[in-house]
């Protein structure tokens, strides 16, 4: 009986501690057809809110999120497909509404800008490594006078040192 007041304790903790998605979507928005809601939630998680910029504005509560998904409502009501509402946005505010920007010309560095700096990063890492592996004990100890290097035989065969002059 206890083990089942822990395990029910921790699961209602576990589901408070859990994220829940929280929709800007207000209760007068919502189209009367379940299907092209679905529609117009899915589009609206594409599009980027321009105030908040790093939302979209599914999840902004922004005044201009909530006339961009009204718009996005009025179009797929109007009967256009999920295509042409991207593309009357895109045509409106540009490419930068679009979370994933498209595949494009101008695009083109924004695509490859990680995958490059990727590959960079490991061809540095890659020489550096190859240029530590050239360094080794015997580069070192070849440059050792004749002392230091008598020094440092003592030292490795754990001699005490001879005392030394000042």
Sequence with gaps: MRSRTILAGLLAAALMASPLPVRAVQPDEIMSDPAKEARARELSRELRCMVCQNQSIDDSEAPLARDLRLLV??????GDSDRQVIDF????????????PRFSPHTLLLW???PLALLGGGLALWRYSRRRRGTS???ASSKLTEEE??????????????EEPR
């Design 112 to 114: 490859l800008i990680p």
């Design 137 to 139: 004990v015997d580069d």
């Design 73 to 78: 409502r009025e179009r797929i009501a109007a």
């Design 149 to 162: 290097a008598a020094r440092l035989a003592r030292l490795i065969a754990a001699e005490p040192p001879a």
């Design 89 to 100: 946005l895109v045509a409106r505010y540009g490419e930068f509404v679009l979370l994933k």
